[in-house]
């Protein structure tokens, strides 16, 4: 485990104070992207344990597909080709009040180097039958949703 890994809990509550007074809403994107093989691109955060899908927060001024596609150059080097499709919507409530997550398929893209340095320590393509045993919780669902293995949850 790393500093940002080990720091991440006790600077949780300051970055929700700021979030919670800079905006009454908050809203995130993930984005979901398969090879010819049928794996999905997952990312490891350098301050979060486990694997995700690649993803963040929506910029003022920002559209959500704006959003996605700029998570997914910078976290994992996806150049989407077309526009993101809009898989789901699902409230975080429970984790933070206000927060609302979007998922989003890109089915046409390119690779290239990412953009974003420090925050991604690791970046993997996995079958979604065979995700990596610390694959986040909310990882594993919205993907259990996607490819028909569970009933989709509006709850994140």
Same mark, same amino acid.
């Given at each position: 485990?790393?500093?940002?890994?080990?720091?991440?809990?006790?600077?949780?509550?300051?970055?929700? +104070?700021?979030?919670?007074?800079?905006?009454?809403?908050?809203?995130?994107?993930?984005?979901?992207?398969?090879?010819?093989?049928?794996?999905?691109?997952?990312?490891?955060?350098?301050?979060?344990?486990?694997?995700?899908?690649?993803?963040?927060?929506?910029?003022?001024?920002?559209?959500?597909?704006? +959003?996605?596609?700029?998570?997914?150059?910078?976290?994992?080097?996806?150049?989407?080709?077309? +526009?993101?499709?809009?898989?789901?919507? =699902?409230?975080?409530?429970?984790?933070?009040?206000?927060? =609302?997550?979007?998922?989003?398929?890109?089915?046409?893209?390119?690779?290239?180097?990412?953009?974003? =340095?420090?925050?991604?320590?690791?970046?993997?393509?996995?079958?979604?039958? +065979?995700?990596?045993?610390?694959? =986040?919780?909310?990882?594993?669902?919205?993907?259990?949703?996607?490819?028909?293995?569970?009933?989709?949850?509006?709850?994140?």
């Amino acid at each position: 485990m790393n500093w940002r890994q080990r720091i991440e809990p006790f600077s949780r509550p300051f970055f929700f +104070a700021w979030s919670r007074m800079s905006r009454g809403m908050t809203l995130g994107v993930r984005g979901v992207v398969t090879d010819g093989e049928g794996r999905v691109l997952l990312v490891k955060h350098t301050y979060l344990a486990g694997w995700w899908l690649p993803g963040g927060g929506v910029d003022r001024g920002e559209t959500t597909q704006t +959003a996605v596609i700029r998570e997914l150059r910078e976290e994992a080097g996806v150049i989407a080709r077309s +526009a993101p499709r809009l898989i789901s919507i =699902h409230s975080n409530e429970r984790f933070f009040r206000g927060d =609302h997550v979007l998922i989003f398929a890109v089915d046409d893209y390119d690779l290239t180097e990412r953009t974003s =340095h420090g925050e991604i320590a690791a970046i993997g393509w996995f079958a979604p039958d +065979a995700l990596p045993e610390d694959a =986040h919780r909310s990882t594993r669902a919205r993907l259990a949703e996607i490819f028909g293995q569970a009933p989709a949850d509006p709850e994140w």
